[in-house]
């Protein structure tokens, strides 16, 4: 997807950071008058695994400066624009639950969100979920934002606000973590391992962009579920003197599509990221709303009740069943929202 030139721009290191705050002006003069707002902050951060680089973060903020924010985080696939605003009318990843009136209203809660590292391709490097952690930090210090009153996470989005929780719990005051853990499960692991081989050999092969399509192929299986499947697609026809399963034009699809937009070098490193994925629970003692799928095979039902265990803070855990998956909190509207609005207004409540 292509975006806009970013409305606000700010340079710095964080050993600069007055000069940094200096710029996010051009930020907070353009909130006043949109109601959305993109920028670009470049600094040097610290990664875990490859020393200290410089790195762009891009964000877009909805919502006036006046109300709480909430930081929004999807999967490796998602991106800083998370529904249609005047300013952005262009689709977004997350538009079942943002927008006037829905779980995530940008008229009663200032939603940020942005880009993860890496996500252009640019930065070749062993990326840690914690490093996507302290980014949003550094990029709240950009914006003068001191505290969130929630991070809202699903997927890779739910580890890096467990991440976030743990290392920088004085920013936030609540967490609601969808379909993400404290670790990455050895099963799903291997499942993402398979992905990046296949990466590999269509770049022996010469052709990586075929590569990457089937490794996406392979994620979309992970994602869904046998029953899905038997309700959508019927038996394996003969074409052209070949056997052709009903699924494969609905795959071929979804890996066309998933070239078209990712750089293959991006989905390598956040696909690792996710199995770098370490966090102690009981280092998080803000509230957290945990959200698991029951048929989610990325995710297991124990990882969740594990997870929940070991937390200090108050806890509660959502247990959903559906056909869908890894992917329900992209396709069961409902309940999703059901369970936002429960864990917002908690965030109200012991905010008054």
Do not use: N
Request: glycine share 6%; aromatic share 8%; net charge negative.
């Amino acid at each position: 997807m292509s975006f806009a030139p970013a409305t606000a721009y700010a340079e710095s290191s964080l050993s600069q950071a007055p000069a940094l705050f200096e710029r996010s002006d051009a930020y907070l003069a353009a909130s006043a008058e949109r109601d959305a707002v993109r920028g670009e902050l470049r600094l040097e951060l610290d990664l875990r695994h490859a020393g200290r680089r410089s790195v762009v973060l891009r964000y877009e903020i909805q919502g006036e400066a006046s109300l709480p924010v909430l930081f929004v985080a999807g999967g490796i696939s998602a991106h800083r624009h998370l529904a249609p605003s005047r300013a952005y009318p262009e689709g977004g990843w997350w538009e079942t639950q943002v927008g006037r009136g829905r779980a995530l209203d940008p008229s009663r809660h200032r939603l940020l969100a942005f880009d993860w590292l890496g996500a252009d391709g640019a930065l070749d490097a062993a990326l840690d979920p914690a490093d996507q952690a302290d980014a949003i930090a550094a990029l709240l210090d950009a914006l003068r934002i001191e505290r969130l009153e929630a991070f809202v996470g699903y997927s890779y989005g739910a580890m890096v606000g467990l991440q976030f929780a743990a290392r920088h719990p004085q920013r936030v005051g609540a967490l609601v973590s969808i379909s993400g853990t404290h670790r990455a499960h050895p099963y799903a692991a291997a499942w993402r391992a398979l992905q990046r081989r296949a990466v590999a050999l269509g770049a022996l092969q010469c052709d990586e962009s075929q590569g990457l399509a089937l490794a996406r192929e392979l994620a979309v299986l992970s994602y869904r579920t046998p029953e899905e499947f038997a309700e959508r697609f019927g038996a394996a026809q003969v074409r052209d003197g070949r056997v052709r399963v009903d699924a494969e034009d609905y795959l071929d699809h979804c890996g066309a599509k998933y070239v078209a937009r990712t750089p293959t070098t991006a989905f390598l490193r956040l696909s690792e990221s996710i199995d770098l994925q370490q966090v102690d629970p009981s280092l998080i003692r803000v509230p957290v709303t945990v959200v698991a799928v029951s048929e989610d095979r990325l995710i297991p039902l124990s990882e969740s009740y594990d997870l929940v265990e070991r937390l200090r803070g108050e806890t509660r855990l959502r247990v959903l069943r559906s056909i869908y998956g890894h992917d329900a909190c992209l396709k069961e509207a409902g309940d999703i929202d059901t369970i936002l609005r429960e864990a917002l207004a908690d965030c109200t409540q012991a905010a008054a």
